[in-house]
């Protein structure tokens, strides 16, 4: 007997339908059977499908005399099910990599060991992917997350309710769907009567907070989509939900809620303007308002009161929130544009007013705290300069994070505007916004992200696909303010001349956020406080974006496989590029690992200095970090299977597979190779450090902030200083030449 029964009904899908079946059958989750419905498809999905079952004895095919619709479709699937789990998914929807894999393991996770039954319900997340490339998550995910270690019912929970009432977001017990002998009516909005009455019967239902399914958003076919009177089918099967209801007394608490979500969903159809013809829109009214005053139990909340009124009425509210909509919008052009009048004008008036001497304003990561260069300097200011004042700018949302006793202003605020009208020193990693005008006798000092290897700034004028999103003119005219840009090795010196065709000057600091992994600050702090075992050896593995993903986000690793085969003894620790930290890369997995204990998820953690001390080795493809974590003369592997497609994509300064900081894998089997040969730490990866910190790690020697500090602030002369004046000649070829 399978673990999960995979029943999927198919009907005009051709082009999507063996991506579906794909996502399936290469999970690494085995233990499945998938039953295919053909529901009389009139295009090629019939053929597809026995093509499929003709070479894996795990698809069985049913192929349907007639078109009978998605719900009964299902139900003929049904009865061919022997696995533990039904799993019901669309044909043009594709499982995530490892999405069974970790369904199965949540099942085992909530699996009461006094109660011979599993969970009825287990509810996951899933990701809308949208025909024009874009990835959205489910916006409700919290839900999942707050979910508990174990079951719980919708009573005990009712905000389980609130996410989408849909049957393919779920896995089903197939003992507890035949004992309550549910099934999947008619219809277009058949998952209404078959989700509630699952929902709040169910006695056991568990959460996973991993995306297991792409929910393909397509441009036409999409069947809720469509214009079409057969919407009124929403009031039918709300029928069914209430006529379930009836019939359990058990249930009958749940008649108001119902009965309000009934009336938003039914209004919600209504309001969008490609569901129902513009000629059917009053009889819709008038049959929700029917079955509303039908089953109204209690109060009216004042949003659905619209339904105790006239079609006209309605109307006339809908005219008016559109118009005010209109109306505010205006407004807050209005309100921006004076605004911005003000500003200029406030600006105007200070700039007459001299220079404070003694003021110096930060920013780092795009105003997200007290971090990484600029940081740095920032603590070597207040201890050599502590006449110096010094102010962060730093975004409202990440101001609880500051440490005690920063000073700080939020951007574009009364403040920030009064701080740098007046500021000499400006610091930072990231250009400042276009509209900071930078006065004479101001010293702007750009401390750079680290270590180039993709290309940057001018260089990207040559990849189109790269530079999408990036305007390449305003970056070099904000760049064109700064004075001093400061360079951790002669690399990256040539690099920032020839990307940044500007007028500053060079000076070979080191990078200063370098400086406590070359004095070798002890890591067992961070450790303890990660929950990492003091014997362990700590794999950190910091993978980048890639261009040529939309998003940026590519799984190139199975990160529970990868920690599997790490074997005993060993913690993996995970480092998100920042910019996918937001994204649904977590959801995919990474969360719910870090939950389980299987990995640790570090992508939170503000210094990533500290994440480097702490580690043993660091396993990373293409990311600038791999050039500081070699300060730390530690093991480096280079995990660069997508090499030619990522270099291809954004630009590379030099071949990384060929000027390695240490072992090179071209594919995961190498890699765990490496890990279980103990090759990864051999004499040969010594070498190749070696070679590689003589060239990237050059000017870092643990004072880099302390020089900048004396140099720029204090007027010392500590650090040779290489004036750019003149843009060298563009190489003729990609990769740069050493001089």
């Known amino acids: 007997m399978p673990r999960f029964s995979i029943i999927v009904p198919v009907f005009k899908v051709q082009g999507f339908l063996r991506e579906c079946l794909d996502s399936v059958l290469e999970q690494s989750y085995p233990d499945l059977e998938v039953i295919a419905v053909d529901d009389c498809s009139p295009d090629g999905c019939g053929a597809i499908l026995d093509e499929y079952a003709a070479r894996d004895p795990r698809v069985r095919v049913l192929h349907l005399p007639h078109n009978v619709g998605l719900g009964p479709a299902r139900n003929a699937g049904m009865p061919y099910a022997t696995g533990d789990y039904l799993f019901f998914l669309d044909s043009d929807d594709t499982l995530t990599p490892g999405a069974l894999r970790a369904i199965a393991d949540r099942l085992d996770e909530t699996a009461d060991p006094d109660d011979p039954d599993d969970p009825d319900v287990l509810v996951f997340d899933y990701a809308r992917t949208y025909w024009w490339g874009g990835t959205r998550r489910n916006v409700l995910a919290r839900v999942l997350a707050e979910g508990g270690d174990g079951t719980f019912t919708a009573a005990e929970r009712p905000e389980i309710l609130d996410l989408l009432m849909v049957v393919w977001n779920k896995v089903y017990r197939r003992e507890f769907i035949r004992r309550e002998d549910f099934t999947f009516p008619p219809g277009y909005y058949e998952d209404t009567p078959w989700t509630f009455p699952v929902m709040l019967s169910a006695e056991r239902i568990a959460t996973l907070d991993r995306i297991c399914l792409a929910y393909r958003q397509r441009r036409q076919g999409n069947i809720l989509s469509t214009t079409s009177r057969k919407h009124f089918d929403i009031h039918d099967q709300y029928e069914r939900v209430f006529a379930f209801v009836d019939s359990r007394p058990e249930l009958a608490r749940w008649r108001p809620y119902l009965h309000r979500r009934m009336g938003k969903h039914c209004l919600d159809i209504l309001s ?245 992994l070359v004095n070798g600050k002890p890591g067992d702090e961070i450790r303890a406080r990660l929950g990492i075992p003091a014997d362990h050896t700590v794999v950190l593995y910091a993978p980048t974006r890639r261009d040529y993903v939309r998003g940026g986000y590519a799984d190139r690793i199975d990160l529970a496989r990868f920690a599997g085969d790490l074997g005993a003894g060993h913690t993996l620790v995970v480092r998100l590029h920042p910019s996918l930290a937001d994204g649904p890369a977590r959801g995919m997995g990474l969360a719910e690992l870090h939950r389980r204990g299987v990995l640790v998820d570090a992508t939170d953690e503000p210094h990533v200095e500290d994440l480097m001390l702490a580690s043993d080795v660091l396993v990373t493809d293409y990311s600038a970090l791999m050039f500081d974590y070699a300060n730390l003369d530690r093991p480096i592997v280079i995990h660069a299977d997508d090499w030619g497609a990522y270099a291809a994509s954004r630009g590379a300064y030099f071949d990384i597979t060929a000027d390695a900081p240490g072992h090179v894998a071209c594919s995961y089997r190498e890699l765990v190779w490496l890990f279980g040969s103990g090759t990864w730490q051999d004499a040969e990866s010594a070498r190749l450090r070696a070679g590689f910190r003589e060239r990237f790690c050059a000017f870092d020697d643990g004072r880099a902030a302390e020089r900048v500090v004396r140099t720029l602030m204090l007027g010392e002369q500590v650090v040779e200083q290489v004036s750019v004046d003149a843009v060298p000649a563009r190489v003729g070829r990609d990769i740069l030449t050493s001089s």
């Open 272 to 516: 969008k303007p490609d569901r129902l013809p513009e000629s059917d829109k009053a009889e819709f009214f008038r049959r929700t308002a029917a079955l509303f005053r039908e089953h109204r139990s209690g109060p009216v909340p004042s949003d659905l009161r619209v339904l105790e009124g006239g079609y006209v009425r309605y109307r006339a509210r809908r005219q008016a929130e559109q118009l005010g909509g209109k109306l505010d919008r205006r407004g807050r052009q209005a309100r921006k544009a004076t605004v911005t009048r003000i500003k200029r004008g406030w600006s105007a008036a200070h700039e007459h007013r001299p220079l404070d001497p003694s003021l110096a304003v930060y920013s780092a990561f795009s105003h997200r705290g007290v971090l990484g260069d600029p940081g740095a300097i920032h603590r070597a200011a207040r201890e050599l300069a502590p006449h110096i004042r010094s102010v962060w700018v730093v975004r409202e949302d990440r101001v609880p994070l500051l440490p005690p006793g920063i000073e700080y202003v939020t951007p574009d605020s009364p403040r920030y505007r009064q701080v740098t009208a007046r500021a000499t020193y400006f610091v930072n990693n990231v250009n400042w916004s276009g509209a900071l005008v930078k006065r004479p006798g101001s010293v702007h000092i750009h401390t750079h992200q680290g270590t180039p290897l993709k290309y940057m700034a001018a260089d990207l004028l040559d990849k189109p696909g790269a530079r999408h999103g990036f305007d390449v003119p305003g970056m070099l005219r904000r760049a064109d303010r700064w004075d001093y840009s400061l360079v951790a090795n002669r690399h990256s010196e040539l690099v920032w001349d020839r990307a940044y065709p500007c007028h500053f000057t060079s000076l070979r600091t080191g990078s200063p956020r370098n400086d406590v």
